[in-house]
């Protein structure tokens, strides 16, 4: 099963650049972030007629997160326990939940596409929001895997961090100046480890980023940032027999500032592969 990740920054704009992707790259489920449209506005038809069907949350024209799939979805949730909402100038506990998470499971595996939020500054509410939501991520997976011992899941998307100085080609964003690097949003990554999801990309690519601003020619400069992650359980990251990042789908007309990173999974779907013919 091959399963990617990919924040499409809108995807009224670029499905047919998404659709075309998966179907060259033969991928199984795609999670996509920024989707940024409500539901009735989701280009499904494009989807549809490559053989996927798809399932979202989408409340406005920001944020927005979805599976795509050519298998079937089942316990589809929209937010995780816990999660924090926001709105800005409130405070309190019932501030309304955005469009950052979905859940699915595709053939046994438990998988989460998520939106991290950005942050904005240091001294912004926007990263006490960020932090609030990472831990609140972080605690459900802990009870997830928990109640489920043994049971594959990841964690797929765009968290808005760099996690270490390597994975930071942006000469603007600098520690101590700058969110993405704080020592705070670097703890909060780091944490997911001590819960026992590993970075299921890096052991088969060993370099590279998945972001570039569209400005400064931060592209043709490769001045990139890694910020989107497929993080899965220790049994999730045994069915992993490689891994990719898609650099060149920044390049043409129209990219997403992101691209997509991919996983191949092993005998996930065993000897009974149902899945449907794509011509």
């Known amino acids: 099963m091959r399963v990617a990740t990919w924040n499409v920054n809108s995807i009224r704009a670029r499905v047919d650049r998404t659709v075309d992707w998966m179907v060259r790259e033969d991928v199984d489920v795609l999670a996509m972030q920024e989707i940024k449209c409500k539901p009735e506005q989701f280009p499904y038809e494009k989807f549809t007629a490559a053989g996927y069907d798809v399932q979202l949350t989408g409340l406005n024209q ?29 405070e309190g506990p019932d501030q309304p939940i955005e469009a950052r998470a979905i859940g699915v499971t595709v053939d ?14 240091l001294d912004d509410p ?14 459900e997976t802990a009870r997830w895997l928990a109640a489920n011992y043994g049971a594959p899941l990841a964690l797929m998307g765009d968290f808005n961090i760099i996690p270490t100085d390597e994975d930071n080609g942006d000469p ?29 990309v890096r ?20 001045e990139g940032l890694r910020i989107d992650f497929i993080l899965g359980s220790q049994s999730f990251a045994d069915l992993v027999i ?19 990173v991919l996983v191949e999974l092993d005998d996930v779907l065993g000897d009974d592969d149902d899945r449907p ?3």
Do not use: C
């Open 62 to 90: 920001w944020n927005g997160v979805a599976f795509a799939s050519r298998l079937p979805m089942t316990d589809v949730v929209t937010q995780f326990e816990g999660q924090p909402g926001f709105l800005k100038g409130a």
């Open 203 to 222: 052991p088969f690519v060993p370099e590279g980023y998945t972001y570039w601003d569209y400005k400064q020619l931060r592209f043709p400069r490769n």
């Open 172 to 200: 603007t964003i600098v520690v101590g100046q700058s969110t993405h690097v704080s020592p705070e949003e670097r703890a909060a990554f780091a944490a997911f480890a001590d819960i026992g999801l590993v970075d299921t």
């Open 126 to 139: 926007h990263l006490v929001y960020k932090l609030d939501w990472l831990a609140k991520l972080k605690e």
């Open 242 to 260: 490689a891994a990719s990042i898609h650099r060149n789908e920044r390049k043409g007309e129209a990219p997403s500032d992101h691209v997509p």
């Open 108 to 121: 046994g595996v438990r998988l989460w596409s998520l939106y991290v939020p950005n942050g904005r500054s």
């Open 277 to 279: 013919m794509i011509f």
